[in-house]
């Protein structure tokens, strides 16, 4: 059973259609986006409600065996350091790894019964280059390395892997619709191949992660050689 956290957009929402295309089971999570065009595939969670997080996969319990959790839910929340709105920095945080560990701490324990577990989360280039007023979306997504090192170590011997995906800038997703078309040229010519990641190469990445069991605990760096 594959998982798929923030599934109604983005970059959640094109992995979710491609395994559903490819025939696989699959269970989408959504909170705030309109999805009644959606199949009943789709399920509302608040990934920053632990309680919520407990619930949906307890009442999920009977079908979830060889268990992938996608986390794609992410927040961004842009201003400088000294001006922040303390309440919008702390939900980026909440949000970004906070919920991503609540649904990692829920499942582990089905997976380390079944032998068997992929846990692939969305960092960020953001973590890696420097940029002016995303100190809320960094943070959380650094953070996500150090507990992804930490929980390979503890579960390797059950089958489990969890690895992250550092994504650069993409055609889909958070990023490119909240920079100035100037910071985005720049950006490109930044990059060897002057194009940004396409929805296809996040697709191969996240299903080499799945299909390769001796890639864990690592982050995988996918920008094109953003420099």
Known sequence: MIIITG???GIGKY?????????????????FTHVSE????????DITDFIAVSEFVKKNKPILRNIILINCAGKNYNSFAHKVDIDKWKNVVETNLFGTFYMIHSLLPLMREQNYGRIINFSSVAAQVSTPGISAYASSKSALWGLTKSIAAE????????????????????????????????LKQRIPSNAFCSPADIFNTVDYLIRTSY???????????LV
């Open 7 to 9: 599934a109604s957009r």
């Open 215 to 225: 890639i864990n605990g690592t982050s995988i760096d996918l920008n094109g050689g």
């Open 15 to 31: 992995l979710f259609d491609s395994y559903l295309l490819l025939n696989n089971e699959v269970i989408g999570t959504y909170n």
């Open 155 to 186: 579960n390797g011997s059950k089958g489990i892997t969890i690895n992250n995906i550092n994504l650069g800038y993409s055609d889909i997703g958070m990023g490119l619709n909240e920079i100035s078309p100037e910071f985005a040229s720049n």
């Open 38 to 45: 959606f199949s009943n595939n789709m399920q509302k969670l």
